[in-house]
C-alpha cells in the first residue's frame, strides 16, 4: 500500500485542509497526534519549548516531527513557547493563525510532572506543575476561543489529561491535582461555548510508551509492575492515543463534548477488583 493510499485508508471526516496546533508537539504523544492530523490532511502549527539546556534534544525532536507531517504534503509551522507564560501563549496562538490562516483546533498536550513524597514537595514545583499543565492549557484554550468566536467559526479543543484525573497518583500530588483541574475545564468550557458551535472534549491516556518512560519500559520488572495493573496486559503506544485525539476532532465526533475519553486498557476499571471480593 503506498502512502497515498495509506492516508485516504486512514481519512477521517472533516479534518481534510483544517488548522491544528498542537501544543507538546515534539515528541512522544504531542508527536504522533502532530503526525496523525498529517495524515488524515490537515495542516499542523506544532509547539515546542527551547531552553539552553533542552535546545539541542528539542532541535532533534522538532526536525523528526516537522519531517514525518511534511511527508503527507500538508502545511507545517514551529511554534516556540512556554506555555505557561501568558505572553508567550498569546503571540504562539498569533503566530499559528498568522501562518496557517486560521485555526481550528486547539489540541492542550504539553504536560510535566515532577516526583516528590507530598510532604516533601515545594510549593514553587507544585506551582510549576500546574502552571504548565492547568494554568497553560487555559491560556491556549482562551486565546483559541477568541479566535473562533471573532471568525464566528465552530471549533474544537481536545486536552490531553491522563487517567490521573480520577486515579490518585502518590508521590506527583501536582500532577495529579492538574489533572482533575484539566477535566473540570473541560467540562466547564465545553458548557459555556457549546451553543457557538466550540466543542471541548479530553483523552486521558493511561501507561503509554514514550521516550520519557523508557526507564519501565526497557525494565523487565518495571515493565510487569505497570502491565500487571491493566486488564489489557500492556502498554498504549503513542498512535493509540492520536487516534482518539483525531476522532474527538473529527466530524465523526459532532455530536461530542465536555467527554473524557480514557484510552488506558482498561485501567480506569480498577484490575484490583477482577477477583470479587466478598464477605460471604
Given at each position: 500500500?503506498?502512502?497515498?493510499?495509506?492516508?485516504?485508508?486512514?481519512?477521517?471526516?472533516?479534518?481534510?485542509?483544517?488548522?491544528?496546533?498542537?501544543?507538546?508537539?515534539?515528541?512522544?504523544?504531542?508527536?504522533?497526534?502532530?503526525?496523525?492530523?498529517?495524515?488524515?490532511?490537515a495542516?499542523?502549527?506544532?509547539?515546542?519549548?527551547?531552553?539552553?539546556?533542552?535546545?539541542?534534544?528539542?532541535?532533534?525532536?522538532?526536525?523528526?516531527?516537522?519531517?514525518?507531517?511534511?511527508?503527507?504534503?500538508?502545511?507545517?509551522?514551529?511554534?516556540?513557547?512556554?506555555?505557561?507564560?501568558?505572553?508567550?501563549?498569546?503571540?504562539?496562538?498569533?503566530?499559528?493563525?498568522?501562518?496557517?490562516?486560521?485555526?481550528?483546533?486547539?489540541?492542550?498536550?504539553?504536560?510535566?510532572?515532577i516526583?516528590?513524597?507530598?510532604?516533601?514537595?515545594?510549593?514553587?514545583?507544585?506551582?510549576?506543575?500546574?502552571?504548565?499543565?492547568?494554568?497553560?492549557?487555559?491560556?491556549?484554550?482562551?486565546?483559541?476561543?477568541?479566535?473562533?468566536?471573532?471568525?464566528?467559526?465552530?471549533?474544537?479543543?481536545?486536552?490531553?489529561?491522563?487517567?490521573?484525573?480520577?486515579?490518585?497518583?502518590p508521590?506527583?500530588?501536582?500532577?495529579?491535582v492538574?489533572?482533575?483541574?484539566m477535566?473540570?475545564?473541560?467540562?466547564?468550557?465545553?458548557?459555556?461555548?457549546?451553543a457557538?458551535?466550540?466543542?471541548?472534549?479530553?483523552?486521558?491516556?493511561?501507561?503509554?510508551?514514550?521516550?520519557?518512560?523508557?526507564?519501565?519500559?526497557?525494565?523487565?520488572?518495571?515493565?510487569?509492575?505497570?502491565?500487571?495493573?491493566?486488564?489489557?496486559?500492556r502498554?498504549?503506544?503513542?498512535?493509540?492515543?492520536a487516534?482518539?485525539?483525531?476522532?474527538?476532532?473529527?466530524?465523526?465526533?459532532?455530536?461530542?463534548?465536555?467527554?473524557?475519553?480514557?484510552?488506558?486498557?482498561?485501567?480506569?476499571?480498577?484490575?484490583?477488583?477482577?477477583e470479587?471480593?466478598?464477605?460471604?
Open positions: 500500500m503506498t502512502m497515498v493510499e495509506t492516508a485516504a485508508a486512514r481519512e477521517m471526516r472533516g479534518l481534510q485542509g483544517k488548522n491544528v496546533l498542537v501544543t507538546g508537539g515534539t515528541s512522544g504523544i504531542g508527536q504522533a497526534i502532530a503526525v496523525r492530523f498529517a495524515e488524515h490532511g495542516n499542523v502549527a506544532i509547539n515546542y519549548l527551547r531552553t539552553p539546556d533542552e535546545a539541542a534534544e528539542t532541535e532533534s525532536q522538532v526536525h523528526a516531527c516537522t519531517a514525518r507531517v511534511r511527508q503527507h504534503g500538508v502545511r507545517d509551522v514551529l511554534v516556540g513557547a512556554d506555555v505557561s507564560d501568558e505572553d508567550q501563549v498569546v503571540a504562539m496562538v498569533a503566530q499559528a493563525i498568522e501562518q496557517l490562516g486560521g485555526i481550528d483546533v486547539l489540541v492542550n498536550n504539553a504536560g510535566i510532572q516526583s516528590r513524597p507530598s510532604h516533601e514537595l515545594s510549593s514553587a514545583d507544585f506551582d510549576k506543575v500546574l502552571a504548565v499543565n492547568l494554568r497553560g492549557s487555559f491560556l491556549c484554550a482562551r486565546e483559541a476561543i477568541r479566535h473562533f468566536l471573532a471568525e464566528e467559526k465552530p471549533g474544537s479543543i481536545v486536552n490531553v489529561s491522563s487517567v490521573h484525573q480520577l486515579i490518585p497518583k508521590s506527583y500530588l501536582g500532577y495529579s492538574s489533572k482533575g483541574g477535566m473540570n475545564l473541560t467540562r466547564t468550557l465545553a458548557l459555556e461555548y457549546a457557538n458551535g466550540i466543542r471541548v472534549n479530553a483523552v486521558g491516556p493511561g501507561a503509554t510508551v514514550t521516550p520519557i518512560n523508557r526507564a519501565w519500559i526497557d525494565d523487565p520488572v518495571k515493565r510487569e509492575m505497570v502491565v500487571s495493573h491493566i486488564p489489557i496486559p502498554a498504549g503506544e503513542s498512535d493509540e492515543m487516534g482518539v485525539v483525531c476522532f474527538l476532532a473529527s466530524a465523526d465526533a459532532a455530536y461530542i463534548t465536555g467527554q473524557t475519553i480514557f484510552v488506558d486498557g482498561g485501567l480506569t476499571l480498577f484490575a484490583d477488583f477482577r470479587p471480593w466478598s464477605s460471604e
